[in-house]
T-cell receptor
Framework: SQTIHQWPATLVQPVGSPLSLECTVEGTSNPNLYWYRQAAGRGLQLLFYSVGIGQISSEVPQNLSASRPQDRQFILSSKKLLLSDSGFYLC????????????FGQGTRLTVV | GDSVTQMEGPVTLSEEAFLTINCTYTATGYPSLFWYVQYPGEGLQLLLKATKADDKGSNKGFEATYRKETTSFHLEKGSVQVSDSAVYFCALREEIKAAGNKLTFGGGTRVLVKP
């Protein structure tokens, strides 16, 4: 069976500090991977998606970057966090073929202070 | 590009009331459509889906029909319960040539069911 791991669950970071959130998927190969952000009181915004190793598509200009160093590993990073980066970050995966659902990690609540 | 528009919340209902959450989409191809639900303190989970026009997805008393002519996928439930209080997200997944599949969500609708 497939599983998705996302960590840490909560994170409090000062403004200007770096960020690294990691997401790994088990039990499948060549998944599509996604990073979403859910800001307080707002909907779910697609930040990045990846269809393969080293292939990253950015949906919105921002202070964040993403990388996919391995097939089932997706990392969300920032060199210097802003207050506006606070939010709930969700990693997700879906099959690279077909039109089936996505599966979500439990999310990381990031508070930038 | 692709987009999903759903009615803004919050939607407040009494138990056993009828619930409708409107969702319309814009896509260049033939997407699959989904409703996801996020219960308080939990992650997103799939509620139902439809992969082609006129398909009806259903689960836990919720239903939604894929309407290509109106580009809509409205969510309905005939009699809500307090346990249905959650945030509901409409989403589409479209295959993009040479770019894999892209999953786009609406803004979410918070539903609060009061006893």
């Amino acid at each position: 069976s497939q599983t998705i791991h996302q960590w840490p669950a909560t994170l409090v970071q000062p403004v200007g500090s770096p960020l690294s959130l990691e997401c790994t998927v088990e039990g499948t190969s060549n998944p599509n991977l996604y990073w979403y952000r859910q800001a307080a009181g707002r909907g779910l915004q697609l930040l990045f998606y990846s269809v393969g190793i080293g292939q990253i598509s950015s949906e919105v200009p921002q202070n964040l970057s993403a990388s996919r160093p391995q097939d089932r590993q997706f990392i969300l990073s920032s060199k210097k966090l802003l207050l506006s980066d606070s939010g709930f970050y969700l990693c997700a995966w879906s099959l690279s073929y077909g039109r089936d659902q996505a599966f979500f990690g439990q999310g990381t609540r990031l508070t930038v202070v | 590009g692709d987009s999903v528009t759903q009615m803004e919340g919050p939607v407040t209902l009494s138990e056993e009331a009828f619930l409708t959450i409107n969702c319309t989409y814009t896509a260049t191809g033939y997407p699959s459509l989904f409703w996801y639900v996020q219960y308080p303190g939990e992650g997103l989970q799939l509620l139902l889906k439809a992969t082609k026009a006129d398909d009806k997805g259903s689960n836990k008393g919720f239903e939604a029909t894929y309407r290509k002519e109106t580009t809509s996928f409205h969510l309905e439930k005939g009699s809500v319960q307090v346990s249905d209080s959650a945030v509901y997200f409409c989403a589409l997944r479209e295959e993009i040539k040479a770019a894999g599949n892209k999953l786009t969500f609406g803004g979410g609708t918070r539903v609060l069911v009061k006893p």
